[in-house]
């Protein structure tokens, strides 16, 4: 079944399309691991820290929430 995503993990990879990013290039700003950015920016992690640091690093104002 397809995961439905948040506005929160829509609005993140917008902003990475919008600012030429990909994970690899997110992940070196924010200092988690790969799979775990991934996880979180997808939806299959909830972990509000690693959120506000990728909003923080994407200039993303909308508010997290997990899927």
Known sequence: MK???S?????TKKA????D????DLVS???YSRAYVSGVVNGRINHPDVAEAISKYLHI???YTCA
């Open 3 to 5: 995961r439905l995503l």
């Open 7 to 11: 506005e929160w993990c829509r609005e």
């Open 16 to 19: 990475m399309i919008d600012q």
């Open 21 to 24: 990013m990909t994970m690899n």
């Open 29 to 31: 700003e924010v200092g």
């Open 61 to 63: 104002t909308v508010p």
